[in-house]
């Protein structure tokens, strides 16, 4: 497992080129992946399915907090690509503390780039680096039945007045 997660852009950029030299098609998407949920896991199956490679970009920990909540992540970055390089359908899992994905993006050179369907390609910063790389961009459906923000709201919901939860052998 562990020899999934890269976190040198320059070997991950040619384990891709060598994959792409056997005519693989090498898939990269991103996101924070804070807490794993079924939305989740169907997203990256599809998105697996687009291709020979998949490849996961993972926010850093400091670029979730400028973007997201200074708050977040509830997992840190080691937590989150151990357990997204812990599915069978990701091969590499990769971090980035970028702003957007384009500089990762044009370090790998994907052959396609995938988004969730909560996204227009017109507002995916990351779309023209790719085409320009003659690569395509897939937006996959969205299912809003599934998120992060809705799992911590939940708990905060539930427990907010409670005692600390005991652990459980």
């Known amino acids: 497992m562990e020899d999934k997660i890269i976190t040198d852009w320059d070997y991950a950029a040619n384990l891709i080129y060598n994959f792409r030299s056997i005519n693989k098609e090498i898939v990269f998407t991103n996101g924070v992946f804070d807490i794993i949920h079924p939305g989740h896991v169907a997203y990256l199956q599809q998105a697996r399915e687009l291709g020979d490679v998949l490849v996961v970009g ?29 599915l069978s359908m990701v091969s590499y899992v990769v971090p980035f503390g970028e702003p957007t994905a384009v500089e990762i993006i044009g370090a790998l050179k994907p052959t396609v780039y995938v988004k969730g369907g909560d996204y227009k390609e017109e507002d995916i910063p990351e779309a023209a680096t790719v085409r320009q790389l003659e690569g ?23 427990y907010s007045n409670a005692q600390p939860v005991e652990q459980t052998q």
């Open 136 to 158: 395509t961009v897939k937006i996959l459906p969205y299912n809003s039945e599934f998120s992060t923000t809705q799992i911590i709201n939940t708990i905060l919901q539930k």
């Open 58 to 86: 993972v926010n850093t920990d400091e670029s979730v907090r400028q973007f997201k909540d200074p708050r977040r992540p509830i997992n840190t970055l080691k937590q989150r690509m151990t357990v997204l390089a812990g």
